[in-house]
């Protein structure tokens, strides 16, 4: 089955685990000093005894002790400190048993699957802020400018009304976060799993752990979607400064141009989008790539949908 096919192995969970920064500055600092007591890891934390403790424990595949009851960090303990002293995030791929990436496979992988995107946009409130904003107001000044509207991946002729054009970029959001939440839901398949755990309780392992999460997931898709204007920005720069780039409208070449465009920045997007979901939704990369080529399916399916119906 499907379902089967796309079933997450046990380093996804630990990806989701060592998601959290204080688990992630305890192994640095192990892995910093080498071996070190509980007492100079809380100081050197500032941490209370009780979370020291917590998180020691959530990290026993990582982290043991010595005879002198230091902490040192086991053999996967370091392959983790590794990938986060080189990149800065750890992924499923650094906790398989399998042959350690190269250094042109590792730098492909931060391209086609940017997660170290989304740890600042998680963890640092300045960032969660200020960078889905700006994504935000690139995109709707840049909408208004050529009188786009987008619907999923694609984009269509608007009215030159402002609030309509606003609304309709907030729609997509939401559109694509309800995609986001429902489709991964599925491709995890815990709505088939069985087992004491409660299907809420399922579903939460997914999505929804906290609305602040949450929230965080909704400002991260508007920095996922940036990618999308690619396509506006052309229309954009040729409408400003009469470049020549786009022929004349309902002309084959106009068709094959601003379809181009349009195919690229598709193609530019899918990356964050598949990160993303791999990051907020405990994907792991094959999956959320799928997911998001699901999302790119169904954008189009729709605008054909349009097409033919002479909506466009």
Excluded: C
């Excluded at 990290?59 to 590794?82: I, M, P, S």
């Excluded at 022929?247 to 598709?266: D, H, M, N």
């Amino acid at each position: 089955m499907l379902v089967a096919a796309v079933k997450e192995p046990e380093e996804e969970d630990l990806v989701w685990l060592l998601r959290y920064r204080t688990r992630r500055r305890i192994l640095l600092a192990i892995g910093d000093a080498g071996r070190i007591s509980a007492t100079a890891l809380r100081d050197r934390l500032r941490i209370s005894t009780g979370s020291l403790y917590y998180n020691l424990r959530q990290l026993r595949r990582f982290v043991a002790q010595d005879k002198d009851k230091n902490y040192v960090l086991t053999e996967d303990g370091l392959r983790v400190y590794k990938a986060l002293k080189e990149k800065g995030t750890i992924t499923a791929a650094d906790l398989a048993n399998a042959e350690r990436e190269s250094r042109l496979a590792s730098i492909a992988n931060s391209i086609f699957l940017p997660l170290w995107l989304y740890t600042p946009l998680y963890e640092q409130k300045v960032i969660t802020l200020i960078l889905p904003a700006l994504s935000a107001l690139v995109s709707i000044a840049l909408l208004i400018h050529t009188r786009q509207i987008p619907l999923l991946m694609h984009f269509y002729k608007a009215q030159p009304s402002v609030f309509q054009i606003v609304g309709n970029y907030l729609a997509n959001i939401v559109m694509l976060y309800a995609l986001t939440t429902v489709l991964p839901i599925v491709f995890s398949g815990v709505l088939f799993r069985r087992g004491r755990e409660s299907l809420l309780k399922r579903i939460r392992s997914i999505v929804w752990q906290s609305g602040l999460e949450e929230a965080k997931f909704l400002l991260s898709l508007m920095v996922a979607v940036l990618p999308l204007m690619i396509y506006p920005a052309v229309l954009s720069a040729n409408k400003l400064f009469g470049l020549g780039l786009i022929p004349a409208e309902k002309t084959p070449q106009y068709y094959l141009v601003t379809g181009s465009f349009l195919t690229i920045s598709q193609i530019a997007a899918l990356p964050l989008f598949s990160a993303l979901i791999a990051y907020g939704r405990r994907m792991s990369g094959s999956t959320a790539a799928l997911i998001a080529l699901v999302i790119f399916f169904i954008s189009h399916t729709i605008n054909q949908i349009l097409m033919v119906g002479g909506f466009t």
